[in-house]
C-alpha cells in the first residue's frame, strides 16, 4: 500500500514541478527515481518487469511513442543492479554515483530506440535544454526523494544485493 502511496506522490509532484518549471527547464526526472526505488527492494526478474511497467505508464500518461520511457527506464534498473553488485547502495556517495550511472544507462536506452527508429542523432539544444538540468536537477533531489521513499517503505532490503 505504501508502495502506491509513492507512486502517486511521484505522478503528482512530477506533474508540479513540470508545471511550475520554465519551459526551456527540464524537472526532475521523478518516473526515474520511483523505478530505481522500486527495483532497489525487488529481485531483478521484477524489479527490471516493474521499471518497464512504470516506463509504459509514463509513455501513455505523456502521449509519447509508446515504449520509448519503458526501454529507458528498464536499460536504467539494469544498470543500476548491475552497478550494485560493485557500489554499496546504502553509502550516500556510492548512491549518487549509482544514480548518475543509471540515468547515463537511461539516456543509452533512449539514443538505442532513436537510432533503431532511423531518426538522426540528438541535436544540442537537447542536450542543453533536456539532458543537462534533469540529470542535475534529479541528482539533487534524490536525497529527499531517496529519504522519502525509505520512511514510506521502511530500509531496504540486501537480500537481493
Given at each position: 500500500m505504501n508502495a502506491l502511496v509513492l507512486v502517486f506522490f511521484s505522478l503528482v509532484l512530477q506533474a508540479l514541478l513540470s508545471g511550475l518549471?520554465?519551459?526551456?527547464?527540464?524537472?526532475?526526472?521523478?518516473?526515474?527515481?520511483?523505478?530505481?526505488?522500486?527495483?532497489?527492494?525487488q529481485?531483478?526478474?521484477?524489479g527490471l518487469a516493474t521499471a518497464f511497467g512504470l516506463g509504459l505508464l509514463?509513455?501513455?500518461?505523456?502521449?509519447?511513442?509508446?515504449g520509448f520511457h519503458a526501454l529507458g527506464l528498464t536499460t536504467a534498473a539494469y544498470?543500476?543492479?548491475?552497478?550494485?553488485?560493485w557500489l554499496h547502495w546504502e553509502e550516500p556517495a556510492a548512491r549518487m554515483v549509482v544514480l548518475a550511472l543509471a540515468f547515463?544507462?537511461?539516456?543509452?536506452?533512449?539514443?538505442?530506440?532513436?537510432?533503431?527508429?532511423r531518426?538522426?542523432?540528438?541535436?544540442?539544444?537537447t542536450w542543453a535544454q533536456v539532458?543537462?538540468?534533469?540529470?542535475?536537477?534529479?541528482?539533487?533531489?534524490?536525497p529527499f526523494y531517496l529519504r522519502l521513499a525509505e520512511a514510506l517503505l521502511g530500509p531496504g532490503e540486501e537480500a537481493y544485493a
Open positions: 518549471l520554465p519551459d526551456r527547464v527540464s524537472p526532475p526526472d521523478l518516473w526515474f527515481l520511483l523505478a530505481v526505488v522500486l527495483a532497489s527492494r529481485n531483478p526478474y521484477a509514463q509513455d501513455l500518461s505523456s502521449a509519447g511513442y509508446l544498470a543500476f543492479y548491475g552497478l550494485r553488485v547515463l544507462a537511461k539516456w543509452g536506452g533512449f539514443l538505442i530506440l532513436v537510432y533503431w527508429m531518426y538522426t542523432t540528438l541535436p544540442t539544444s539532458f543537462a538540468p534533469e540529470l542535475v536537477l534529479t541528482l539533487l533531489v534524490a
